[in-house]
């Protein structure tokens, strides 16, 4: 009910025209009147309203005032509403008593004066509005006060589940700083159950590095009602210490005085453990940068970097900027001298490339890698290089095309290197050494034209196999001694026996060098096989020479008493003194004696029957001789075979040279003592060492062969497998006949059929002749004969 | 000196051989003189008649070649012959007629005197 609503005023009497004189005075007021005629129509309209005032006539039929009020007094709700009593009749005190014990709250009596009942009822129904108001406000205040009260337990519960929720542990203290609260997070962390946490010395959570510290820290905070801030350790659970950052602000009350302390702690170990890896990070990458940076400039590779898709602007390094002639802190890409012309370009292939075809462009025009290629760089200065160069484009995270890196490699020193290799390796080509580069365990590498020449072994064949397993190598040591020298000296001179592919067993002198770390080793090896059989020609034909002076000296010292002696036995047998017996004996003598003399004549002296050389057909010669052997032939069973394809003449003594092949055959006879084969052959043919033809003749038997340990000793003098039968210089004195021509005895003995095959071979050169005044002894003049004597054994 | 002989001049500075061979010739039917050195048969050279001059080639006192090379000179018309026992042909041999080994024998021997005389038309 509030001021302006009306008060409702319950009029009750029975008699219609006292309700109708109190509706006039009561009018005025402008309440509500609602007129009741009986005390029963005047408990309906209380039931029906609320009441501010009742004005109740004491005398009523039925119920009369009294017992009237006294029921709206058992109600509740009418138990304080005003009653205003009129009575005309009962106006004692008595009546006045028992109405106010009735309730009333005041009496009227009759003759009713309308000012006084006016006034009255104003009063009572603006106590009544009072009244109503007071209790609206007042369940208002209480609604408030409930709604207030949910609004605070809801914020309470709000909080703890926030304080429980943050990942921070969070606590309160009272104005003190005494904690009484921690959240759920401390005691997970902690490890603390809520007793232990209550009155909490933290030093027992504390590191003892940080304790006194944090603990001054916070107590001046508490003290001064200052926010406090701190870092430190705090132990966990398991005794391990992380990083916190702790923040307490105080809660002040409506005078401003600190009511209690609000903190947290927040957990900052991974923060610290990832500050510290970025700081790591950062410093690596600084490293690498500085790294790059570095290599970059000594790099002896010119490195260009385009900064953007128009390669407006590019960096380049040391070795770049060298290369082009331009300033290092120059922008490579507009490097212009100060006319404005370019300070280099680039050709290809002698044509200038245009700017959107450089290498670096391109590789940023076509987002792809310009492959490796070679280009020349042309300078203004005049320089000149060739260059090997590939580029790249770079992109950014979006996948565009950013810029691009160039590499570039001066190859002209290279370039100029490799003719000067291709020169050398022809060098080595034309060497007529062998000249071969082979590793450690012998594998061959190189093989030069020279050793193509020396060995008949193509270079396709050898490469990749091992030298000394194609050459059946026979080493002057032991292998290992030679690979010890090579790796502890680096080279190795030395002979060395090896074979061609053909066969032929060749003597090299070998220099081998071994560069430590190159596992290569390089052999120089020179065919000296001519040169030993020269050299040893050259000593056997000295100690022939030897021989020589000494057969002179004893030849006049035996020539002279046998031409005596020979004289003496002349004169004695054709003495008529001599009886027959006598004549017998000097007979006997004289016949020895010419035997000696044969001999010194034929080896110690001279014979000559000319003193100018003729011209000798060999087969002539050979046919006459054979002629006077028919006897022998016949008796042996011997048969013989001619092979005559040249006349075989020659100018020169004709009894030397019956000597040569009288000896030859004569062997040939003895050596098939039961029988055989003799062939006797004479061709003239090409020479095989120069330009000239030359004769050929070869005389082979059947017989009884040359052992092979004999092979090398048949042409020395006094060696004879005839036993007493030979002089043992017959192929001696041969050898120094056919020397005089410049010819050649060689011989062959293998065994054939069950038998033996020797064949002597007899080569004159035609075109050289013997000079006129060549002296006729066998052994004059050698000094100055090639060695071409030359035993071979076959022992096949 | 009997006509119609053949006189051959003997040259050796050793005894017993020149003796010999002088034997050895007489026998074969020659006449002969002998000389022990070079200049000693120059100098019967000068007084006597002599065909044909068989020299030693080594001797002391001038060998067999130089001699034959002053005979050229001062006797064109005596042959030489020249015997040796060594086996070394000297370079001055042609100077002589012929150069003979020592151990031929008498009859080779006498076959070259023969044949040098033949070639100076000079019969025996």
């Keep these: 009910m509030n001021v302006n609503e009306k008060a409702n005023i319950l009029m009750v009497d029975d008699q219609p025209a006292k309700l109708l004189s109190y509706e006039a005075i009561l009018g005025e007021l402008g309440e509500n009147l609602i007129q009741a005629r009986s005390g029963r129509a005047a408990l309906e309209q209380l039931l029906k309203h609320d009441v501010a005032v009742v004005l109740l006539d004491v005398s009523m039929p039925e119920i009369d005032g009294f017992e009237m009020a006294d029921m709206m007094r058992q109600h509740p709700r009418f138990q304080k509403t005003a009653i205003i009593f009129i009575s005309a009749v009962h106006l004692t005190d008595m009546d006045r008593i028992k109405g106010y014990q009735s309730g009333a709250v005041d009496y009227i009596s009759v003759p009713v004066v309308p000012e006084v009942l006016r006034a009255k009822v104003r009063v009572f129904a603006e106590l009544h509005r009072k009244t109503r ?60 159950s809520p007793e232990q946490s209550q009155g909490l010395d933290w030093r027992q959570i504390l590191h003892e590095q940080h304790a006194d510290r944090v603990l001054e820290s916070m107590q001046r905070s ?104 331009v300033r290092p802190d120059e922008n490579m890409s507009k490097s212009l001298d100060s006319t404005g012309a370019a300070m280099y370009e680039l050709l290809q292939g002698g ?112 490469l990749g196999k091992s030298l000394h397993h194609v050459l059946h190598t026979q080493f002057p040591t032991a292998k290992e001694t030679i690979d010890s020298t090579l790796m502890s000296l680096g080279r190795w001179d030395g002979n060395l026996v090896q074979h061609t592919k053909d066969g032929r067993e060749i003597t090299v002198a070998s220099r081998q060098a071994y560069k430590a770390g190159t596992e290569s080793i390089l052999e120089i090896n020179r065919d000296i096989t001519a040169q030993l059989h020269t050299e040893e020609a050259l000593r056997r034909t000295e100690r022939l020479a030897a021989m020589g002076r000494m057969a002179g000296i004893i030849a006049h010292e035996i020539n002279n008493p046998l031409e005596a002696i020979t004289n003496t036995f002349f004169l004695l047998r054709n003495h008529p003194s001599l009886d027959d017996e006598a004549q017998y004996y000097a007979r006997l003598g004289e016949e020895e004696l010419l035997r000696a003399c044969h001999i010194t004549k034929q080896t110690l002296g001279f014979y000559r029957e000319s003193q100018d050389p003729v011209d000798v057909s060999i087969v002539d010669l050979l046919d006459e001789l054979l002629e006077l052997q028919v006897l022998r032939l016949q008796v042996s069973g011997v048969k013989i075979v001619k092979k005559y394809r040249s006349r075989g003449m020659v100018r020169g003594f004709p009894v030397e040279l019956k000597q040569v092949f009288l000896n030859l055959v004569g062997n040939a006879i003895q050596a098939m003592p039961n029988g055989g084969t003799l062939r006797v052959g004479v061709a003239e043919r090409k020479s095989r060492v120069g330009p000239h033809s030359e004769l050929c003749v070869s005389i082979c038997d059947t017989g009884l062969g040359v052992r092979p340990e004999h092979a090398k000793r048949v042409f020395e003098p006094f060696f004879s497998t005839k036993e007493a039968k030979g002089t043992g210089l017959g192929l001696w004195i041969s050898k120094g006949i056919v020397q005089k021509y410049e010819g050649t005895i060689q011989f062959r003995s293998f065994p054939l059929n069950g038998g033996n095959v020797t064949c002597f071979r007899v080569i004159i050169p035609r075109a050289q002749q013997p000079e006129e005044t060549e002296p006729s002894m066998i052994y004059a003049g050698m000094e100055d004969i090639p060695p071409v004597v030359r035993g071979e054994i076959d022992s096949r | 000196m009997i006509p119609g002989r053949i006189v051959i001049l003997c040259v050796d500075d050793e005894e017993n051989p020149l003796h010999l061979r002088k034997l050895v010739l007489q026998k074969s039917g020659f006449q002969v003189e002998t000389a022990t050195s070079a200049k000693m048969a120059l100098d019967m050279l000068g007084f006597a008649h002599v065909d044909l001059v068989l020299s030693d080639q080594l001797m002391p006192g001038g060998t067999g070649t130089e001699l034959a090379q002053q005979i050229k000179s001062q006797h064109p018309e005596v042959p030489v012959m020249l015997l040796s026992g060594v086996n070394e042909i000297p370079p001055d041999a042609h100077y002589a007629d012929r150069f003979v080994s020592k151990v031929e024998g008498p009859r080779a021997l006498c076959e070259h005197i023969s044949e040098v005389l033949a070639k100076r038309g000079i019969a025996m």
Excluded at chain 1, 263 to 278: C, K, L
Excluded at chain 1, 301 to 306: L, R, S
């Design chain 1, 133 to 192: 108001q007071l209790e609206v406000l007042n369940q208002e205040l209480e609604r408030r006060v409930d709604q207030r009260t949910r609004q605070l337990q809801e914020s309470e519960r709000q909080f703890r589940t926030l304080a429980n929720t943050i990942p921070q542990l969070a606590w309160m203290a009272d104005a003190e700083g005494r904690i009484f609260w921690y959240n759920q997070r401390w005691f997970e962390f902690t490890g603390l």
């Design chain 1, 222 to 325: 508490w003290q001064n009602g200052t926010p406090w801030e701190d870092t430190f350790p705090i132990r966990n659970g398991n005794g391990e210490f992380c990083w916190f950052l702790s923040r307490a602000v105080p809660i002040r009350d409506s005078e401003g005085n600190v009511a209690r302390w609000f903190g947290t702690s927040t957990d900052i170990s991974d923060q610290i453990a990832a500050e510290e890896r970025i700081k790591n990070l950062n410093t690596q990458l600084e490293q690498r940068v500085t790294e790059l940076e570095t290599i970059m400039q000594v790099l002896p590779v010119g490195v260009t970097v385009a900064h953007d898709p128009a390669c407006e602007f590019m960096t380049g390094n040391q070795a770049l900027s060298e290369l082009l002639g």
């Design chain 1, 351 to 462: 044509r200038v490339l245009p700017a959107d075809e450089m290498p670096v462009q391109r590789a940023i025009a076509t987002g792809k890698p310009v492959p490796t290629a070679e280009w020349e760089v042309r300078r203004k200065d005049g320089f000149t290089a060739q260059i090997l160069g590939s580029a790249s484009p770079l992109f950014d995270t979006d996948g565009m095309v950013r810029g691009a890196v160039g590499a570039f490699f001066d190859v002209s020193s290279r370039k100029k290197m490799e003719d000067l290799l291709r020169e050398r390796a022809d060098l080595l080509e034309l060497a007529s050494e062998a000249i071969l580069v082979r590793d450690r365990n012998g594998i061959l590498h190189y093989w030069n034209a020279g050793a193509e020449a020396l060995y008949g072994w193509n270079r396709n064949e050898v």
